[in-house]
């Protein structure tokens, strides 16, 4: 069975840090496209970031492109989501995703929050 | 970065109604169109990909349709689990986007 499992999360100031972390399980990770995707409270889901089987194919959205970094770890079967200079804006619940044919994101984690308040 | 439109973005329907969602892309997207329902503190989950395709586990009452810039996503008769919010999602560009979602009420 695939599972993904988010942690990491919690409130954090502005301008603070914090590294999400994604536990995948029941396939074989370095076989996937893998993505990080947030949702703030009332609203649609927003990509963030993508990273290739390998780790060589790296995007990111334009509202977060030089805060956040997202890293893979294909021996320890874990992705990886650094933040930096933290905002407001930033508070969302954020999902770990499996991206595959065509660019479906198949699975999804159950989430974790971020809250960045002072 | 391609834009998603969705329309309506809410509607309420009755049990056994046929219901439609539209989502349009700001550019050609060929087929590379996603639809995802979402429920109350849960995480999305994939109906449909590659516009047409349903995802393992899908009821057959959900469908989709389209290519270049407009899509549908049709549930042939509505049941009371189908209660959510579903959103397109493009996967044509570098750089994936979601539409607005619309949110599916049952009278």
């Known amino acids: 069975e695939v599972q993904l499992v988010e942690s990491g999360g919690g409130l954090v100031q502005p301008g603070g840090s914090l590294r999400l972390s994604c536990a995948a399980s029941?396939?074989?990770?370095?076989?996937?496209?893998m993505h990080w995707v947030r949702q703030a409270p009332g609203k649609g889901p927003v990509w963030v970031s993508g990273?290739?089987?390998?780790?060589?194919?790296?995007r990111y959205a334009d509202s977060v492109k030089g805060r956040v970094t997202i890293s893979r770890d294909n021996t320890k079967n874990t992705l990886y989501l650094q933040m930096d200079s933290l905002r407001a804006e930033d508070t969302a619940v954020y999902y770990c995703?499996?991206?595959?044919?065509?660019?479906?994101?198949?699975?999804w984690g159950q989430g974790t929050l971020v809250t960045v308040s002072s | 970065d391609i834009q998603m439109t969705q329309s309506p973005s809410s509607l309420s329907a009755s049990v056994g109604d046929r219901v439609t969602i539209t989502c349009r892309a700001s550019?050609?997207?060929?087929?590379?169109l996603n639809w995802y329902y979402q429920k109350p503190g849960k995480a999305p989950k994939l109906l449909i990909y590659?516009?047409?395709n349903l995802q393992s586990g899908v009821p057959s009452r959900f469908s989709g349709s389209g290519s270049g810039t407009d899509f549908t996503l049709t549930v042939s008769s509505l049941q009371p689990e189908d209660s959510a919010t579903y959103y397109c999602?493009?996967?044509?560009?570098?750089?994936?986007?979601f539409g607005p979602g619309t949110k599916v009420n049952i009278k």
């Open positions: 995703t499996r991206g595959s044919v065509s660019g479906r994101l198949d699975y």
């Open positions: 029941g396939f074989t990770l370095g076989d996937y496209w």
């Open positions: 990273v290739n089987h390998d780790g060589t194919d790296i």
């Open positions: 550019q050609s997207i060929a087929h590379f």
């Open positions: 590659a516009a047409s």
């Open positions: 999602q493009q996967s044509y560009g570098a750089l994936f986007t």
